[in-house]
């Protein structure tokens, strides 16, 4: 069983969607969560951070966290065609020297 | 927009042959990585490095090899290339702790795409 599950999709979405997209863990010892963004031909770029459980928010984005259910969301409001990119869900723990696990990132499509 | 390098950025070799990938870092992080990213999949830690002079293989076996003996180099090398190691190779780095911002945030490269004939 793989540490972190994240639908690869692809999601195809119109400009303007709520988008959802989500991850859940097997590992109760991660400690914080993150989302990266990768946009075709780029390395990912971090986008959220958090590292407890409940809401984040930023702008259109929020991050979800719910450590007694294993699983972490992201929500996209308002989506625009520059969202269009692959979001990658990343943990880690701190006793394990800085090394982060990865989901197989959820490619996001958002249709003008 | 992060300060790190990866060279080259496409690559199509044929099977056998030697190849380095190179990876350069301009913010001073002693932490450095490798990863091997596929599609639809997760990337994979296949090695990574604290400092100079400091190399460790990651989760994902590799017959790869890695050399730090400067903080801002971290060259991925394989001696003999074949198909299996077509792939998108990631280098990432990330500051010591404690040293401000975000906790272990990785600062990635653009990515160096291989593909091995």
């Known amino acids: 069983q793989k540490e972190v599950e994240q639908d690869p999709g692809p999601l195809s979405v119109p400009e303007g969607a709520i988008v959802s997209l989500n991850c859940t863990y097997s590992?109760?010892?991660?400690?914080?969560f993150m989302w990266y963004r990768q946009y075709s031909r780029k390395g990912p770029e971090l986008l959220m951070y958090?590292?407890?459980?409940g809401n984040k928010e930023d702008g259109r984005f929020t991050a979800q966290v719910d450590k007694s259910s294993k699983y972490i969301s992201l929500f996209i409001r308002d989506s625009q065609p520059s969202d269009s990119a692959t979001y990658l869900c990343?943990?880690?723990?701190?006793?394990?020297?800085?090394?982060?696990?990865f989901g197989q990132g959820t490619e996001l499509s958002v249709k003008p | 927009e992060a300060d790190i390098y990866q060279t080259p950025r496409y690559l199509v070799i044929g099977t056998g042959k030697k190849i380095t990938l190179e990876c350069s870092q301009t913010?001073?992080?002693?932490?450095m990585y490798w990863y091997q990213q596929d599609p639809g999949m997760e990337l994979h830690l296949i090695h990574y490095?604290?400092?100079?002079?400091?190399?460790e293989k990651g989760d994902l076996s590799s017959e790869s090899t890695v050399s730090r003996i400067r903080t801002e180099h971290f060259p991925l090398t394989l001696e003999s290339a074949r198909p299996s190691h077509t792939s998108q190779y990631l280098c990432?780095?990330?500051?010591?702790?404690?040293?401000?911002?975000?906790?272990?945030?990785?600062?990635f490269g653009p990515g160096t795409r291989l593909t091995v004939l």
């Open positions: 490095s604290y400092g100079v002079n400091s190399t």
């Open positions: 990343a943990m880690g723990d701190y006793n394990q020297g800085g090394k982060l696990i």
């Open positions: 913010m001073g992080h002693d932490k």
């Open positions: 958090t590292y407890s459980s």
């Open positions: 990432a780095s990330t500051p010591r702790a404690g040293t401000g911002g975000i906790y272990n945030e990785q600062f």
């Open positions: 590992n109760s010892a991660f400690q914080y």
